[in-house]
């Protein structure tokens, strides 16, 4: 193995919703299947399950800051606010992984809040191939149907690349510009690409397998 990383999952749930209406990272999850209501919410689900394979987690609040702190001191996670949610999803990418290192963990498994959390076997699978890592390669990116997703594991390479650009950077132009150092693996997975922005987009979640 070339790489035996201190993990540390960071959740993005700054965000505002406005498109939901409410507040995404609070949405009832299992999305109330055959009337079943199982008291998780997507942020709670998220923290579950990533804290089985890190050494702790990280929730990057925005003003939702009170609403989602008791929700993510209950699963044992920390919460950071960014200080200017209004710059975007990149300001707060970067709150989450200064925290990574403020923390001294070298590593970061990232994820966004507004979607299922992703199977334990697609973590696991995540987290074996980063610890096979060459050299010079610095992230995994899952992979399902020819598009990537999420979560991304990060190495202290990555991590330091999208601390020094620039708040306009996009992480994605940061990741394409760095193809060559990245590994994308095929997942069995279809939560690692969904993106639930609208009602009509989590009511859409039911139909989903399992």
């Known amino acids: 193995m070339t ?7 960071v959740i993005l749930a700054g965000g505002d919703s ?24 997507f942020l709670s689900a998220a923290i579950q399950v990533l804290s089985l394979f ?14 989602l702190t008791p929700v993510a001191y209950a699963g044992g996670a920390v919460v950071v606010r960014n200080p200017a949610p209004e710059r975007g999803q990149f300001s707060s990418l970067q709150v ?4 990574v290192l403020n923390h001294g963990r070298d ?9 299922p959390p992703p199977k334990p076997a697609t973590l696991d699978a995540l987290r074996s191939a980063f610890a096979e890592l060459r050299a010079d390669q610095w992230a995994v990116v899952p992979d399902y149907g020819g598009k990537h997703g999420h979560p991304v594991l ?8 999208f601390l020094k650009a620039p708040a306009t950077a996009s992480a994605r132009d940061i990741e394409h510009q760095n193809r060559q150092h990245i590994l994308y693996l095929a997942v069995d997975d279809p939560a690692v690409t969904l993106n639930v922005n609208t009602p009509e987009d989590y009511a859409a979640l039911s139909t989903l397998p399992g």
């Open 18 to 41: 406005t498109r939901m209406g409410t507040d995404k990272a609070l949405l009832p999850w299992p999305n109330n299947r055959a009337g079943q209501v199982s008291g998780q919410t």
């Open 154 to 161: 990060l190495g202290r390479e990555m991590i330091e690349l």
């Open 3 to 9: 790489r035996a990383p201190s993990l540390c999952a």
């Open 54 to 67: 890190n050494d702790m987690v990280i929730v990057v609040a925005g003003k939702n800051e009170a609403n």
């Open 96 to 99: 989450g992984l200064q925290e």
């Open 107 to 115: 590593a970061a498994m990232v994820t966004l809040v507004d979607r």
